[in-house]
């Protein structure tokens, strides 16, 4: 199994900054990818911005050129760096984590892992 924990929610103004982190452990070999997904009131929980083992990140166009995100392997920790921001970005935020494919079936393994989700809320 892999355990993830978000923390750095917060309150913060528009135009402000935040820096969550996703602290990972357990089985993180079994994994090839990790992400970061929101959640707004009432809306669906979508993928925001990707990361591979190797640092390659993708990001939804909504975010694109205000987050990055980053992996610190030494740590196992999953960052996710949010400028710039605007109310709508308010949302839980949850990291979440992909089993690679080879992973897939073995005993004790899921198919994929998401965090408890933390909050982030962009008002004046």
């Known amino acids: 199994q892999v355990q993830l924990e978000e923390s750095g929610g917060g309150l913060v103004q528009p135009g402000g900054s935040l820096r969550l982190s996703c602290a990972a452990s357990?089985?993180?070999?079994?994994?090839?990818?990790w992400a970061w997904y929101r959640q707004a009131p009432g809306k669906q929980r979508n993928l925001i911005a990707t990361?591979?083992?190797?640092?390659?990140?993708n990001y939804a166009d909504s975010v694109q050129g205000r987050f990055t995100v980053s992996r610190d392997k030494a740590q196992n920790t999953i960052h996710l760096q949010m400028n710039s921001l605007k109310p709508e970005d308010t949302a839980t935020y949850y990291c979440?984590?992909?089993?690679?494919?080879?992973?897939?079936?073995?005993?004790?393994?899921?198919?994929?892992?998401w965090g408890q989700g933390t909050q982030v809320t962009v008002s004046s």
């Open positions: 979440y984590a992909h089993t690679a494919p080879e992973f897939i079936g073995v005993p004790d393994l899921a198919s994929d892992y």
């Open positions: 357990g089985s993180i070999f079994s994994i090839d990818y």
């Open positions: 990361v591979s083992n190797d640092n390659q990140p």
